[in-house]
């Protein structure tokens, strides 16, 4: 595992993670496609719009040591 973790992640709790999963073994699907869709179709129906660029996360000052994430959930 990388030490700085690049991908913006989300929390879940174990049991819906889970059932998640269950279902998205059973469809075929990948469980980050599946999320992908269904919250780019809620912000659609929201109208939230798109944004042109993501920022980047910001970069730890130089004083402050690096955080190691060393266990996540990561879908």
Same mark, same amino acid.
Request: glycine content about 2%; some cysteine.
């Given at each position: 595992?990388?030490?700085? &973790?690049?991908?913006?992640?989300?929390?879940?709790?174990?049991?819906?993670? &889970? %059932?998640?999963?269950?279902?998205?073994?059973? /469809?075929?699907?990948? @469980?980050?496609?599946?999320?992908?869709?269904?919250?780019?179709?809620?912000?659609?129906? &929201?109208?939230?719009? @798109?944004?042109? %660029? @993501?920022?980047?996360?910001?970069?730890?000052?130089?004083?402050?040591?690096? /955080?190691?994430?060393? /266990?996540?959930?990561?879908?």
């Amino acid at each position: 595992m990388a030490k700085r &973790q690049t991908r913006r992640s989300i929390s879940v709790k174990g049991i819906t993670y &889970q %059932r998640l999963k269950n279902f998205c073994e059973e /469809q075929n699907l990948s @469980v980050s496609g599946y999320l992908e869709d269904i919250i780019a179709a809620k912000l659609d129906a &929201q109208n939230v719009p @798109v944004p042109e %660029r @993501v920022d980047p996360r910001p970069k730890p000052k130089a004083n402050e040591p690096e /955080q190691i994430i060393s /266990q996540h959930f990561t879908f």
